[in-house]
């Protein structure tokens, strides 16, 4: 069972533009109403669009993001993360994360 497709794109500070991967992500097919975006440090996960995306996530969902430094600078917080989805999506049954660099292509994990 497919379900919605979400995006997450981040810039470290408000002076920084988001348009680049907001347009990568919509290239993917991720509509403007799933992307969530933050204008926040990397430094941790304490990001209010972020916490918002998690907490919608459900069965079948996919998750792109345009690259892992996007999600944040510290790599072992990145897995963290990623197991705290993981462990939520096991319960749930399906969740994808995907990582693409460019669009039409995407490595799946």
């Not at 990001?47 to 510290?74: A, F, H, M, Q, Y």
């Amino acid at each position: 069972m497919m379900g919605t497709i979400y995006g997450y794109a981040r810039v470290s500070t408000r002076e920084q533009n988001l348009d680049r991967q907001l347009r990568a992500l919509e290239e993917f097919g991720v509509r403007r109403e799933h992307i969530f975006a933050d204008k926040a440090s990397g430094k941790n996960f304490d990001r209010p669009e972020w916490t918002r995306l998690v907490s919608v996530l459900r069965e079948g969902d996919v998750l792109v993001v345009k690259s892992i430094d996007r999600l944040g600078r510290n790599y072992e917080e990145i897995i963290d993360q990623w197991r705290a989805l993981i462990k939520t999506c096991a319960r749930m049954s399906l969740c994808w994360i995907c990582l693409c660099s460019t669009p039409g292509t995407s490595a799946m994990a």
